[in-house]
């Protein structure tokens, strides 16, 4: 410890930087398997666009076929089943834009991917004007006789 204190102190006097040394004026890079240096490209974000694409696909078809057997459940069933639903509806139109920066705004993938967007907001309305609203409101009551 003396030792190195009397060193610094020697350099200090000398005015001298022991970092000030030609070798030090080089970058040596780290081996590499290769012999190379690797580094990484930029990231594919299309790529990872399809996939968060697919998995928002698989939210929507699951919290929208949830919602329909939600409304059945004693109490709370109108408001899961409106819950689902407001689900359902974000993540399908999260799966089109995702899908259209992943593929392409005139991919095939991005028109099916609207069409199924627009088949499951119209789809409500449609099937209470066709009369879904009394099966769905007949089942309910033959639901509660039952439990």
Do not use: C
């Not at 879904?132 to 409101?137: P, T």
């Amino acid at each position: 410890m003396a030792r190195a204190a009397e060193q610094a102190r020697q350099v200090a006097a000398n005015n001298v930087n022991p970092a000030d040394h030609p070798r030090n004026d080089s970058v040596t890079p780290l081996p590499r398997p290769n012999g190379g240096i690797e580094l990484p490209g930029p990231p594919d974000y299309r790529a990872l666009a399809r996939q968060y694409a697919a998995a928002t696909r698989q939210v929507s078809s699951v919290t929208g076929m949830l919602a329909l057997p939600a409304r059945f459940i004693p109490v709370i069933g109108p408001a899961a089943s409106a819950q689902l639903t407001r689900m359902s509806l974000e993540a399908g139109v999260a799966n089109v834009l995702l899908t259209g920066y992943g593929y392409g705004w005139t991919s095939k993938e991005f028109m099916h991917s609207v069409g199924r967007l627009t088949l499951s907001t119209v789809g409500w309305p449609l099937a209470k004007k066709l009369g879904g609203d009394k099966v769905v409101k007949g089942a309910s009551r033959l639901f509660k006789k039952l439990f």
